[in-house]
Every structure is written in C-alpha cells, then in structure tokens.
C-alpha cells in the first residue's frame, strides 16, 4: 500500500476515484506565485515524488506563476499515468501576490483552453471557476463553465470561495463536483459549506490546509496531541481534516521533497474521537 492510499478514496463526480490526500501545485513558483522557482531542480523532484506516494490527485491553476505550475507539471509528469489534474481559472495576475478576478465568459473559455495545451491534455480533469467576479453576472460565469463541460474541455467542474446560495445557484446550471474554500482547525468559517457538499456528494477541497493559528502555541491541544502521536502540528491538522468529513480533500502544497514526504504521512495517522474532538472543540 502507498502512503497516500492511507487516506482513503473518494469519487469525484460519482465516478472517477482518487486517493483523499492530494497535492496543491501553488509553491512551486517563485515568490508571490510569481516566476519561476527559486530552486527549479528541487521542485522539478517534489513534483516527480509525488505519484511515488501514491498521490494521485494534483491541484493548480493558471494564475500560479502565472502558467509556471502548469508548465511545470507537464514538464515533470507528462504523460499523465493515473494521475487526476484539476485546474482553475478565473483570477489574473498584474503582479505578484496580486489577484484580481475576471469572469467574463470569453476569458473563462479562453483560459481553459490554454490550460490544455498548457497541461498537455485532451480534457481537463477537473476545472474549478477561481472565484466569483462580482462584476459580472453569476448566471454568465456558470454558463461558461457548463460550455466548457458541454464541448468537452472539461470532465468536471467545481467552485472556489463560494457560500452554499452560490453552490445552489451554479447547480441550476452545470453539476458541481467539488468546491475549494479556505478551511483548516482554526478557521472554520466555512462548516456550512462542509455540511452541504457532504449532503449533496460535493468534494470538499480545503485549501490553507496547514495553518492552525493560536491553536499551534508551546503546549496547546494540537502541540500535545502531535508529541502523543510523534508526528508535526501539521500532520496533525492534516489528520484532523482527514477525519473530518468522507468528502474532505486536503491539498497541502510545497517545493520541497522532504516536505512532501512529511506531510503525505499524514495520511496513516488516525486520530481518536477523543482526539478528534479535543482539536474540534480548541478550532471552534
């Protein structure tokens, strides 16, 4: 058994399995996620490792680098053996550490075709709408993702910061596979989001999902609960969302190997009820 496959499955779509534990794409860009990678090589290997873990669901978007993550995966992992690519598009990039968003439908349209070529791909796997731009109409944006799914750009379609109105609201138009919301131990603004994609068999992609805020303080319930388990805050919190819910996809991302390594050993942590609630009950 692969580390990865510790996590258990779930299907995207209702159709298509992929191991729970998967790996977020963002870091292997330069500062900001603008540019290239301070150490090309170094990312070039994490990405490489990644399928030896048995890690077989990877998340990008167009707007990494930008096209930097994307170039980068291709370059490193194509062609794709039963390996699950989803990208994003929707948000452009003037600068570094600079997002604006752009949902006009031509871009969206524009931007995943590029994402194709970019990725090397016949379809993309998996595309998610970045975000909602508020200057222009929601209705526009969900048309554009379902003429993406209707000429077959695209195999399925997900959404990005989005409130469970926004979920209904798309789902009137094209079929939501997944959402990807900030969530982590310590900020769980987004339960209702949670509850929802569970009910509906949405899967739930937390992005951030290492950051755990005061909760990671000398002594506190994640720093005991780690030393009990010989394991990092981090596996902890990845453990946690592991557990949280079936539908729960965590993504940590990072450039590095050995970080890599740690983090997917996550997936073979089970945490107790008592665990699980004590770290519940400090992130609330």
Not at 50 to 73: C, K, M, N, Q, R
Not at 92 to 102: A, E, L, S, V
Not at 248 to 268: C, D, F, R, W, Y
Request: aromatic share 8%; charged share 25%; hydrophobic share 40%.
């Amino acid at each position: 058994m692969t580390v990865a496959s510790a996590s258990g499955t779930f299907k995207i779509g209702g159709e298509t399995t992929i191991h729970r534990l998967g790996y977020g794409a963002m870091r292997i860009t330069g500062a900001g996620i603008w540019g290239p990678p301070a150490d090309k090589v170094e990312s070039w290997n994490t990405l490489k490792r990644v399928p030896e873990l048995g890690i077989d669901f990877i998340d990008t978007a167009d707007s990494y680098g930008p096209d930097v993550s994307e170039e980068l995966i291709r370059e490193a992992l194509h062609p794709y053996k039963n390996l699950f690519i989803a990208t994003k598009g929707g948000l452009t990039r003037p600068g570094p550490d600079n997002w604006k968003p752009d949902g006009r439908p031509e871009y969206l349209i524009e931007q995943a075709h590029k994402s194709l070529k970019k990725l090397g791909v016949k379809q993309i796997d998996l595309w998610q709408l970045h975000r909602i731009d508020s200057k222009v109409p929601a209705a526009d944006q969900f048309g554009a993702v379902k003429t993406l799914l209707d000429q077959g750009i695209i195999k399925y379609a997900g959404l990005s910061e989005v409130s469970v109105a926004d979920i209904q609201a798309a789902q009137k138009i094209f079929k939501v596979s997944t959402v990807q919301n900030k969530y982590n131990v310590g900020d769980r603004a987004h339960e209702d989001v949670v509850t929802y994609c569970e009910q509906q068999d949405i899967g739930f992609i937390p992005w951030y999902p290492l950051a755990a805020g005061a909760l990671t303080n000398h002594g506190g319930t994640l720093d005991t609960i780690a030393k009990k388990h010989d394991a990092t805050q981090g596996q902890i919190a990845l453990a946690w969302l592991l557990k949280r819910s079936p539908v729960m996809l965590p993504i940590p991302g990072t450039s590095k190997v050995a970080h890599l390594e740690q983090n997917t050993a996550a997936a073979q942590i089970k945490l107790s009820d008592a665990d699980f609630d004590a770290l519940d009950k400090a992130g609330r």
